[in-house]
């Protein structure tokens, strides 16, 4: 090794955090600082003037947030636009906008300060939640609370660097992480954060290679410095070597390659090597995700998740409003299969317009099918608009979180009665529209025999599969090394359903995270996986894989 190359290698910093979205970046590092306002201590006698500064600045921070909404709709989509939406209402909550009022009359104490100290209040309550979710909100608080500052204060954002940049610092807020050009970030690398943050579910959707929770090595002084971002593994090489750099540069490449061999694939149908058509759909999360799914040529929509609906405020959505959003998902598809699963608030999903009170381990609790069996009144509604919508496209219907028979034969009762009422009201709608449940429980696995025969096709979660199986929480971190998608457990549950499904004579679809593992496609296959379901961005390189393989009769 020469002396440069050795010099270099003493200086070269590697940072393991965790990886938030997967890709390689190559360039320099642009340290952006904490955008918070400066924060003055002062008396104050006359706290009803403070107290209306607040109210004006919460109204223009709420301007100014739903300006980014509307911004963020069409850039982003709905569901990431929420984000937003969320921030609004936390501006309106009753125990914030209490402790902001206590602060000030109790402590004399202008505006900017007791907005700040009760931020600080909050924050720290939801970082020391063990949820994942929860502790992920905190970011939202301190963002939502440095912006009415600003407001109170009159001072403005901080700006970013121009041209194409690796942005790194402590922490980003969601409002921050959009403002950046996406054309200029050629990553996102965080010292604190979490998987389960907004800042890093826009940095997923946005599709930029990021990492969290570095740690504080990650400082200042790293601006202005070459580095490689590699945000499947969750490292940063900081002045990297020019090995580091060349093992780099054959990865992008490498993932290029495969991102262009696998768009060969658009137009073709999903056929293993000796013939068998297994068909590779996408999961979405929201109406914008449909033009994704298209563009990456699935073969229909095997998972639908329609809680974006009730996650807003706003109140429950009407009947008309869920038909409208169905029925433009069911056009748009254009003769693809459209499967549409039920609400599955609950656990870490949190609808304000559906009160589920606290839960100790909410992840056992009230939740899917449990909540729509008891609120019939939703149910029946969001029915009604799925068999509305029916009329419109290939539309198939299927249940979360079954456990027993008996959720089985009421859910067909009330879709009984939903029938006869759309029919009296003269309303169209596929009389043989297919119904089917999620398989997520080990409870429905092992009566799974029982459940084949009432329903028309079987949909796994492996998801929650594995955490339930495993008695693992998925969203704690302390326990994420339990967690094993891959464990014999598992592949036993799997197994044991796709055979129950096949001797009734139904189908049988893997939605959850296993299905886009390239490690098990081929297990997955053979144990007797008749469809898949993956996220938009993994349907080319799912079918691809599966086009390459044979279908053995034994896994």
Same mark, same amino acid.
């Given at each position: 090794?020469?002396?440069?190359?050795?010099?270099?290698?003493?200086?070269?910093?590697?940072?393991?955090?965790?990886?938030?979205?997967?890709?390689?970046?190559?360039?320099?590092?642009?340290?952006?600082?904490?955008?918070?306002?400066?924060? %003055?201590?002062?008396?104050?006698? $006359?706290? &009803?003037?403070? *107290?209306?500064? !607040?109210?004006?600045?919460? #109204?223009?921070?709420?301007?100014?947030?739903?300006?980014?909404?509307?911004?963020?709709?069409?850039?982003?989509?709905?569901?990431?636009?929420?984000?937003?939406?969320?921030?609004?209402?936390?501006?309106?909550?009753?125990?914030?906008?209490?402790?902001?009022?206590?602060?000030?009359?109790?402590?004399?104490?202008?505006?900017?300060?007791?907005?700040?100290?009760?931020?600080?209040?909050?924050?720290?309550?939801?970082?020391?939640?063990?949820?994942?979710?929860?502790?992920?909100?905190?970011?939202?608080?301190?963002?939502?609370?440095?912006?009415?500052?600003?407001?109170?204060?009159?001072?403005?954002?901080?700006?970013?660097?121009?041209?194409?940049?690796?942005?790194?610092?402590?922490?980003?807020?969601? %409002?921050?992480?959009?403002?950046? $050009?996406? &054309?200029?970030? *050629?990553?996102? !690398?965080?010292?604190?954060? #979490?998987?389960?943050?907004?800042?890093?579910?826009?940095?997923?959707?946005?599709?930029?290679?990021?990492?969290?929770?570095?740690?504080?090595?990650?400082?200042?002084?790293?601006?202005?410095?070459?580095?490689?971002?590699?945000?499947?593994?969750?490292?940063?090489?900081?002045?990297?070597?020019?090995?580091?750099?060349?093992?780099?540069?054959?990865?992008?490449?490498?993932?290029?390659?495969?991102?262009?061999?696998?768009?060969?694939?658009?137009?073709?149908?999903?056929?293993?090597?000796?013939?068998?058509?297994?068909?590779?759909?996408?999961?979405?999360?929201?109406?914008?995700?449909?033009?994704?799914?298209?563009?990456?040529?699935?073969?229909?929509?095997?998972?639908?998740?329609?809680?974006?609906?009730?996650?807003?405020?706003?109140?429950?959505?009407?009947?008309?409003?869920?038909?409208?959003?169905?029925?433009?998902?069911?056009?748009?598809?254009?003769?693809?299969?459209?499967?549409?699963?039920?609400?599955?608030?609950?656990?870490?999903?949190?609808?304000?317009?559906?009160?589920?009170?606290?839960?100790?381990?909410?992840?056992?609790?009230?939740?899917?099918?449990?909540?729509?069996?008891?609120?019939?009144?939703?149910?029946?509604?969001?029915?009604?608009?799925?068999?509305?919508?029916?009329?419109?496209?290939?539309?198939?219907?299927?249940?979360?979180?079954?456990?027993?028979?008996?959720?089985?034969?009421?859910?067909?009762?009330?879709?009984?009665?939903?029938?006869?009422?759309?029919?009296?009201?003269?309303?169209?709608?596929?009389?043989?529209?297919?119904?089917?449940?999620?398989?997520?429980?080990?409870?429905?696995?092992?009566?799974?025999?029982?459940?084949?025969?009432?329903?028309?096709?079987?949909?796994?979660?492996?998801?929650?599969?594995?955490?339930?199986?495993?008695?693992?929480?998925?969203?704690?971190?302390?326990?994420?090394?339990?967690?094993?998608?891959?464990?014999?457990?598992?592949?036993?549950?799997?197994?044991?359903?796709?055979?129950?499904?096949?001797?009734?004579?139904?189908?049988?679809?893997?939605?959850?995270?296993?299905?886009?593992?390239?490690?098990?496609?081929?297990?997955?296959?053979?144990?007797?996986?008749?469809?898949?379901?993956?996220?938009?961005?993994?349907?080319?390189?799912?079918?691809?894989?599966?086009?390459?393989?044979?279908?053995?009769?034994?896994?």
């Amino acid at each position: 090794m020469s002396g440069d190359a050795r010099s270099q290698a003493v200086f070269m910093m590697r940072l393991k955090g965790k990886g938030a979205c997967p890709g390689i970046a190559i360039g320099i590092i642009s340290y952006f600082g904490s955008s918070a306002p400066e924060i %003055s201590y002062k008396n104050v006698n $006359d706290t &009803e003037s403070e *107290l209306e500064r !607040v109210e004006k600045a919460k #109204s223009a921070a709420k301007a100014q947030l739903l300006e980014m909404y509307r911004k963020a709709l069409p850039e982003l989509g709905k569901e990431s636009a929420e984000i937003f939406e969320i921030q609004r209402a936390l501006i309106d909550d009753t125990d914030y906008n209490n402790a902001i009022e206590n602060i000030i009359t109790s402590q004399k104490v202008n505006a900017e300060y007791a907005v700040a100290v009760a931020s600080d209040n909050f924050a720290a309550m939801l970082s020391a939640m063990p949820d994942d979710y929860m502790c992920a909100r905190s970011t939202d608080v301190n963002d939502v609370s440095q912006r009415i500052i600003r407001c109170l204060s009159g001072s403005s954002e901080k700006k970013f660097h121009n041209g194409k940049r690796i942005i790194c610092a402590y922490d980003l807020t969601p %409002s921050e992480t959009f403002r950046m $050009d996406r &054309e200029n970030v *050629l990553a996102f !690398v965080t010292a604190r954060g #979490s998987s389960q943050s907004h800042t890093a579910i826009l940095a997923r959707i946005m599709g930029i290679p990021s990492v969290i929770g570095i740690g504080r090595e990650l400082t200042p002084e790293c601006d202005g410095k070459t580095a490689v971002v590699d945000g499947t593994e969750g490292i940063i090489y900081i002045d990297p070597t020019p090995q580091v750099l060349e093992d780099a540069e054959r990865k992008r490449s490498a993932a290029e390659r495969r991102r262009q061999l696998a768009s060969e694939f658009i137009g073709r149908e999903t056929i293993t090597a000796d013939g068998k058509k297994i068909p590779v759909n996408a999961n979405i999360s929201s109406v914008s995700d449909l033009e994704s799914a298209l563009e990456n040529d699935a073969e229909g929509v095997g998972l639908f998740r329609t809680e974006f609906l009730f996650l807003e405020c706003g109140g429950l959505p009407s009947e008309d409003v869920q038909f409208a959003v169905y029925r433009h998902a069911a056009e748009t598809m254009k003769g693809r299969k459209l499967t549409i699963r039920t609400i599955d608030i609950g656990a870490d999903k949190k609808s304000d317009c559906i009160a589920l009170g606290h839960e100790d381990n909410p992840a056992m609790g009230f939740r899917g099918i449990r909540i729509c069996l008891e609120r019939e009144d939703i149910f029946k509604t969001q029915l009604k608009a799925i068999f509305r919508a029916s009329a419109y496209g290939k539309t198939e219907v299927m249940f979360p979180m079954i456990i027993s028979l008996k959720e089985v034969k009421m859910i067909k009762e009330i879709i009984r009665e939903v029938k006869t009422e759309l029919r009296i009201m003269g309303t169209d709608f596929d009389e043989n529209l297919k119904i089917g449940i999620m398989i997520e429980t080990p409870a429905a696995v092992m009566i799974s025999d029982i459940l084949a025969k009432e329903v028309d096709f079987f949909s796994i979660g492996t998801n929650d599969l594995t955490q339930y199986t495993l008695a693992v929480d998925r969203t704690n971190p302390a326990v994420d090394k339990f967690y094993d998608p891959h464990h014999e457990a598992v592949k036993r549950m799997i197994k044991l359903t796709a055979d129950n499904a096949h001797a009734a004579g139904i189908k049988v679809c893997i939605c959850g995270d296993l299905g886009s593992d390239p490690d098990m496609t081929d297990w997955l296959i053979n144990a007797g996986i008749d469809e898949f379901s993956v996220p938009p961005s993994e349907v080319l390189e799912t079918r691809k894989r599966i086009s390459s393989l044979r279908a053995r009769l034994k896994p």
